[in-house]
Each structure stands twice: as C-alpha cells, then as structure tokens.
C-alpha cells in the first residue's frame, strides 16, 4: 500500500509561544507555525517519527529550523533550533 504525502506542515512548541516573541532574530517575528503543540519535546523528535495529531498522522521530515548566519540572535543556537519542527500528512 502506497502513502502519499500532503504539503508542508510546520509545528512548534506551544511552551515558547511567548518567549519567542521577545527574541530579535530574522525569524522569530516572521515564523508561524501551522500547528502549536503541547508537551512534545522537540529535543526527542528525530526524521521520520510519525506523530498523530488530531487524528492525522504527520511524518516528520525535518527537526528544528537552522538558523541564518548573520542572525543577530546573540545567544546560539537559536530557541527555534530545538523547538520547530516540520513535517507532512500522511494520507
């Protein structure tokens, strides 16, 4: 049987919703986060873990979100290093 894939779905931990608001780097304004989440760790999520969300099942295709070099985000790595992740549907 053949799973198809959606398109991108970014998630983030809901426990630094407000904390990233207070960081000045290139992305933490601009990043929204499709789903929110509550009381995944992030840190234990590796590629191609399956999470149900929902009722949905979303493959995890990527782990935390790189930063860009010239960020002005004094303190790295990044919060949202450890607390994106991104991923698609699975049909």
Same mark, same amino acid.
């Given at each position: 049987?053949?799973?198809?894939?959606?398109? !991108?779905?970014?998630?983030?931990?809901g426990e630094i919703a407000d904390?990233?608001?207070?960081?000045?780097?290139?992305? %933490?304004?601009?990043?929204?986060?499709? $789903? =929110?989440? %509550?009381? $995944?760790?992030?840190?234990?999520?590796r590629e191609n873990d399956v999470?149900?969300?929902? !009722?949905? +099942?979303?493959? $995890? %295709?990527? =782990? !935390?979100?790189?930063?860009?070099?010239?960020?002005?985000?004094? +303190?790295?790595?990044?919060?949202? +290093?450890? +607390? =994106?992740?991104? !991923?698609?549907?699975?049909k």
């Amino acid at each position: 049987m053949e799973t198809k894939k959606k398109a !991108g779905i970014s998630l983030m931990a809901g426990e630094i919703a407000d904390e990233i608001k207070s960081i000045e780097g290139f992305c %933490t304004k601009k990043f929204k986060a499709d $789903i =929110v989440t %509550t009381g $995944i760790d992030y840190k234990k999520l590796r590629e191609n873990d399956v999470l149900e969300l929902n !009722g949905k +099942n979303i493959l $995890i %295709t990527r =782990v !935390g979100k790189p930063c860009f070099p010239d960020c002005p985000v004094e +303190n790295k790595p990044c919060i949202l +290093n450890h +607390n =994106v992740a991104f !991923g698609e549907e699975l049909k």
